[in-house]
């Protein structure tokens, strides 16, 4: 299977603060994430992560990807950093790319667009960033762990989701 996930933000002391995540500390932050990621996802599976993985040491990151079921991609987000664009656990590293799934073309980046290649032909805009707080356009679907509670998600996932959670704002904060 394939799945998308983005602004997982572990180790990210900011992330419980500004989004307001419910959890005590980072350590059950991070281990929640953990355990949902790996209980969605397979050893086989695919998963394309948008943006904003993680903070940290090299070596703590590197040790975080490796915890983590599925072969990684990552589209990388403006918190990540070269150490984590270099780490070795990632299948590939862009800032965007497209690619069909279950016959359906995908843009993704970890930003929201405006317009987007194939958007007039039902081509979709997969993306992070904005923590659920933008108000999504048609074919537009925020993918990050803030609008899908704690876990990545499938195509399927996305589509009958259509944002059941509504913006608190259309402003974006310093993510």
Known sequence: MIFFTADTHFSDP?????DKRPFPNLAAHDDA???QWNAAVGPEDEVWHLGDFAKGTADEKATLLARLNGRKHLVAGNNDDEATLSLPGWSSVSSYRELVVDGRKLVLCHYAFR??????????NLHGHSHGKLMPMSGQYDVGVDVFPFRPVTLGDILISRRRRKPETTSVGEF
């Open 14 to 18: 900011r992330i419980l603060r500004l």
């Open 33 to 35: 994430l953990i355990e």
């Open 115 to 124: 317009t987007w290649n194939g958007s007039g032909k039902g081509a979709l």
